[in-house]
């Protein structure tokens, strides 16, 4: 999604204003065009231009005229904004003093007021991120404006940036943090040089301290220019033109670099290549790859012969819901999984879907051995039938035995499956875990409710498991960055995590999760971590 970036000001006589906006206006869809009717898109954009001013003018109804001043307002309602266009997705971004679409108004004008208000950090300015599902979260960073005339000798602004997705927020925190201070220690610097000048011509702190003072006469004493507008405080006759381009700019590279990088990475990019994560693999595959694997019923080319798990969804099936739940609660977890019996074709399918739970980067599988392997080479462990498993092992909390065994004859297990799986085998899952599995993690009940739900196709489930599994990667990274790479403490992390949705039901099996898989960050992604914060922190010094 594309966010929305706004300038706010608390003026001294109307409170908390939006001053400037910036927005992204997607390209309709193509449809073929009817018989006696214009084509809505050529006529939108030839009415864009007017449709500004009307726009500004149907958004401030509710404010009347006299509540506008020289210092909360940006663009004059005849003005017809500014407008550029991505020739390569054809996304127009449009800029006026409100926004143009009326749903985003309220939006915009609770962020600007909150930003302003009762969302601050200490000492009023730097950066502070809040918001809700409903309204939208904003990443807020208030700043100060030297003005010779201003009561303290300075005004107080914000740049607030609007999105409903938080995670597409807090991803894109540093490049935000990095850039937004660039435009605000430019204003910072040129309006002091204003006041500096302002100050040798005719020093204000002299004048009103040899004045008698009135605080209801206090606007009116500075000749009238108690509300000035932030051009006449730079100096900077293109102000307005120069943030709209910022701001479209933010957006653009905000949505392709962090949506896409971040959000959208493949996921061998950011997860292959840990440590240990392919030394015992046979063969390496992609999130596509891996998805096709455990989502489509049947696969493509040649297979041995005799029964396989073909998806998720089939694994439950056989296993029961119960059996199937404590087995990926120890996927998730990081436990060692241990299938032991004589058919390795069916041991291999089984961990070909449950692998699919955990990005590539946490997989360490040793698809079938004589001889039992210690849980830190391998997650994943095929044992033939006579392998015994040692006694430390089997004591473990952190593993989980599976016995394949050959069902007798008579078996009541009904044939629910194609290959009459439960007609040939029984499968006995053993672990001395104590703790309850029933309650977490979050990205597990989610799973359980999408592959209980009959009414979902294949290719639907298959969807909604990628977006969950990303959604939980997604988090890693953001956790990750915080606690790792900026250091910071226990206290900021138990935040982050709530702002993740990790807290509440679940949560120590959500943060254990979320540990575990960060254990699967390659060192190339980590390294281009910490190599993009220190390059921000020397051009912030600079």
């Not at 309204?135 to 700043?143: E, I, K």
């Not at 302002?198 to 702190?205: L, M, N, S």
């Not at 994943?380 to 006694?391: E, R, W």
């Amino acid at each position: 999604m594309n966010a929305l970036v706004a300038l706010c000001h608390f003026c001294e006589l109307h409170g908390p204003r939006t001053l400037f906006c910036t927005e992204a206006l997607h390209p309709p869809s193509p449809s073929p065009p009817q018989p006696g009717l214009s084509v809505p898109g050529e006529r939108d954009r030839e009415g864009d231009r007017e449709g500004e001013g009307l726009t500004m003018r149907a958004n401030s109804s509710a404010t009347q005229r006299a509540d506008m001043c020289e210092g909360c307002r940006s663009l004059p309602a005849s003005h017809p904004g500014f407008v550029s266009t991505d020739s390569e997705t054809g996304i127009r971004f449009l800029s006026h003093q409100h926004p143009r679409q009326p749903q985003l108004f309220s939006v915009v004008r609770q962020a600007c007021v909150r930003s302003l208000s009762c969302e601050v950090c200490p000492g009023r300015e730097g950066p502070i991120f809040f918001g809700d599902e409903q309204h939208g979260f904003v990443f807020s960073h208030t700043f100060f404006i030297k003005d010779s005339l201003a009561r303290g000798f300075q005004r107080w602004y914000s740049i607030v940036i609007v999105a409903m997705d938080r995670i597409y927020l807090i991803n894109s925190w540093p490049f935000l943090l990095r850039h937004l201070r660039l435009i605000i220690q430019g204003l910072q610097n040129t309006a002091l040089k204003v006041f500096d000048s302002e100050q040798c011509v005719c020093p204000q702190r002299a004048m009103r301290m040899n004045s008698v003072f009135s605080p209801a006469v206090f606007p009116h004493q500075r000749s009238g220019n108690a509300a000035r507008s932030l051009p006449s405080l730079t100096q900077h006759p293109n102000l307005w033109a120069s943030l709209h381009s910022s701001f479209s700019w933010y957006i653009t590279v905000v949505a392709n670099t962090s949506k896409f990088n971040l959000f959208q990475e493949e996921e061998m990019s950011a997860w292959e290549g840990a440590e240990g994560s392919s030394s015992l693999s046979q063969h390496k595959q992609t999130d596509g790859e891996t998805g096709r694997d455990f989502l489509c019923e049947g696969g493509k080319g040649e297979e041995s012969p005799g029964p396989k798990f073909k998806s998720l969804r089939h694994l439950r099936q056989v296993l029961g819901a119960v059996e199937f739940r404590q087995l990926a609660w120890h996927v998730l977890m990081g436990n060692q999984v241990i299938w032991r019996g004589a058919d390795p074709s069916l041991i291999q399918s089984a961990f070909t879907v449950l692998k699919a739970l955990l990005p590539v980067g946490c997989v360490r599988s040793v698809p079938y051995s004589h001889q039992y392997e210690e849980a830190y080479r391998c997650n994943f462990l095929g044992l033939s039938p006579d392998v015994s498993i040692p006694a430390h092992v089997s004591s473990s909390e952190f593993s989980v035995l599976v016995d394949v065994v050959n069902a007798e004859r008579g078996s009541l297990y009904p044939a629910v499956c194609d290959d009459d799986i439960l007609s040939l085998y029984q499968f006995n899952i053993s672990s001395a875990n104590t703790q309850p599995t029933d309650r977490g993690p979050t990205l597990l009940n989610k799973i359980e409710v999408a592959l209980s739900n009959e009414n979902l196709s294949i290719d639907v489930v298959s969807h909604c498991l990628l977006c969950l599994k990303e959604e939980w990667m997604n988090k890693v990274k953001v956790l990750f960055k915080f606690s790792k790479v900026d250091g910071r403490g226990r206290e900021d992390t138990q935040k982050v995590l709530g702002l993740l949705g990790a807290t509440g039901p679940g949560e120590e099996d959500n943060v254990r999760l979320l540990k575990f898989w960060m254990t699967g960050l390659s060192k190339t992604y980590k390294s281009h971590l910490m190599t993009a914060v220190r390059g921000g922190e020397r051009m912030l010094s600079q």
